[in-house]
């Protein structure tokens, strides 16, 4: 199951984190893992190339099954980045709808 972690500070999204794996296909046939995979780097490419914040990204090249990032303090505020790690949100949200056996979000507003 991959786990999606929603992270905020100051009542804004400042990243995310995605663990495990969906285990809903054979590998390379994985729907939600590839929706999901999708998503989540749009999202850093957007973030990065388009909103041009700084952000910290940290995966494990080796096995998957671990991203997570999140923005720099000075970037919360930044609109467009919201509106990226917002778009995430809902689109994980979309995801998890469709494919609940395989996805779990967490909402980490502390």
């Not at 809903?24 to 957007?46: H, M, P």
């Amino acid at each position: 199951m991959i786990k999606a972690s929603f992270f905020y500070s100051e009542g804004q999204l400042n990243g995310f984190e995605l663990k495990g794996h969906a285990d809903s296909g054979e590998y390379g046939q994985d729907i939600v893992c590839a929706a999901v995979s999708a998503l989540a780097i749009s999202t850093i490419n957007g973030l990065e190339q388009l909103a041009k914040v700084q952000l910290y990204v940290d995966a494990n090249e080796q096995n998957g099954g671990f991203l997570q990032a999140r923005l720099a303090d000075s970037a919360i505020n930044d609109e467009a980045a919201q509106l990226l790690l917002t778009n995430f949100r809902l689109g994980i949200g979309d995801v998890t709808k469709n494919y609940s056996d395989y996805i779990e979000i967490i909402e980490d507003k502390s």
